[in-house]
C-alpha cells in the first residue's frame, strides 16, 4: 500500500510530464510516422500511450550518482523513422527547460534541480514527503 503523501507527488510528477508530452506532441507531432503499434495523440486516455512521445520519470536510489537519489528523466520517441541527433538533442534540453521552468509550479517551496546524469537528466533534491504539494 502506498502512502498517501507518496501518491501526490506521484501526480504532480505525473502532470508535470503530462504537460510537457502535450507540448511536445504539438510542436513535433508530425514530424515521424508513428510505429505501427502506436495509437495516434489522443486515442487513449493516458499520453503516455499515444503519440509520438512518452515522457516521464522514474526514481533511482543513485548509487553511483554524484547527484544521490531522484526521477531519471525519460524521453521516448515512437517512430521507427531515424531521428537527426542534433534534433535528438534539441528535444532533450527542450525537455530540460521545461522541466527546470515547471518544477516550482508542481512542487512549490521545494529545492529541486535537473541536471544531466550521465545520459540522462535527474530531478533530485528536496524529496521529501513531509511538505504538502
Known amino acids: 500500500m502506498l502512502h498517501p503523501k507518496s501518491i501526490e507527488w506521484d501526480e504532480s510528477m505525473k502532470a508535470l510530464f503530462d504537460r510537457i508530452d502535450s507540448i511536445l506532441e504539438d510542436r513535433y507531432g508530425g514530424e515521424w510516422r508513428l510505429k505501427r503499434n502506436r495509437p495516434a495523440r489522443?486515442?487513449?486516455s493516458n499520453p503516455e500511450a499515444d503519440g509520438l512521445?512518452?515522457?516521464g520519470s522514474f526514481f533511482t536510489p543513485g548509487y553511483g550518482?554524484?547527484?544521490g537519489r531522484g526521477y531519471l528523466v525519460e524521453i521516448a520517441l515512437a517512430t521507427n523513422?531515424?531521428?537527426k541527433s542534433e534534433v535528438r538533442?534539441?528535444?532533450e534540453l527542450l525537455?530540460?527547460?521545461l522541466v527546470r521552468?515547471?518544477?516550482p509550479e508542481f512542487f512549490p517551496g521545494r529545492e529541486l534541480y535537473v541536471d544531466r546524469d550521465g545520459s540522462m537528466f535527474k530531478i533530485?533534491?528536496?524529496l521529501s514527503l513531509d511538505k504538502p504539494i
Open 101 to 103: 521552468r515547471s518544477l
Open 89 to 91: 538533442e534539441e528535444i
Open 124 to 126: 533530485y533534491g528536496d
Open 53 to 55: 512521445f512518452n515522457v
Open 42 to 44: 489522443g486515442a487513449t
Open 81 to 83: 523513422e531515424p531521428v
Open 65 to 67: 550518482s554524484k547527484f
Open 95 to 97: 525537455v530540460l527547460d
